[in-house]
T-cell receptor, first 117, second 116 residues
């Protein structure tokens, strides 16, 4: 079965620090990978996604993620974080088509990022 | 991006009562909607998937008689927690998928259910 691991549950950074959030998945087939962000009191929003092609994916708000197939990883990065990046970040993978015809989106447990001004 | 509205954002109810949560796609037609449940410090767990006009498909371990899902139109899905008990207290999140963009899900802001 697919699973997604986010090893950092809480991360605290100062403004301008660099960010890297780990995400590893277990699934041997072709996967689609996502990072979602949830700002306090708001809904989940898509930050970026990888389907195929260039393994380095650029998303909104200066975020990027690199798909490393050999490591089953899709880590999220940002060179310089801002206070407004304080949020919870979820990695997700979409894998095989189920009997229902839908592909299930499997989420990691999330990483809560706090950026201090 | 597409907007999904979820209502109410928070509900407190007595044990044994039923609670209905609405999920609306405001500016697009959602052929498929998903309901998730999130426990504290845990991941979003898919409860069920529903297509407009057909029965929902429930994930293993989710009681379909307890969590009634109705997807009566292309813009509205409802989740009814029947005879709620304290262990049903959780954060429920709906999501909708646009037919034209199969790989993207848009999420509601969630509903915090507290059963006393």
């Amino acid at each position: 079965a697919q699973s997604v691991s986010q090893h950092n549950h809480h991360v605290i950074l100062s403004e301008a620090a660099s960010l890297e959030l780990g995400c590893n998945y277990s699934y041997g087939g072709t996967v689609n990978l996502f990072w979602y962000v949830q700002y306090p009191g708001q809904h989940l929003q898509l930050l970026l996604k990888y389907f195929s092609g260039d393994p380095l994916v650029k998303g909104i708000k200066g975020f990027e993620a690199e798909f490393i197939k050999s490591k089953f990883s899709f880590n999220l990065r940002k060179p310089s974080v801002q206070w407004s990046d304080t949020a919870e970040y979820f990695c997700a993978v979409k894998g095989p088509t189920l009997n229902t015809g839908f592909q299930k989106l499997v989420f990691g447990t999330g990483t809560r990022l706090l950026v201090s001004p | 991006g597409a907007v999904v509205s979820q209502h109410p954002s928070r509900v407190i109810c007595k044990s044994g009562t039923s609670v209905k949560i609405e999920c609306r796609s405001l500016d697009f037609q959602a052929t498929t909607m998903f309901w998730y449940r999130q426990f504290p410090k845990q991941s979003l767990m898919l409860m069920a998937t529903s297509n407009e006009g057909s029965k929902a498909t429930y994930e293993q371990g989710v009681e379909k008689d307890k969590f009634l899902i109705n997807h009566a139109s292309l813009t509205l899905s409802t989740l009814t927690v029947t005879s709620a008990h304290p262990e049903d207290s959780s954060f429920y999140i709906c999501s909708a998928r646009v037919w034209e963009d199969d790989n993207i899900q848009y999420f509601g802001a969630g509903t915090r259910l507290s059963v006393l």
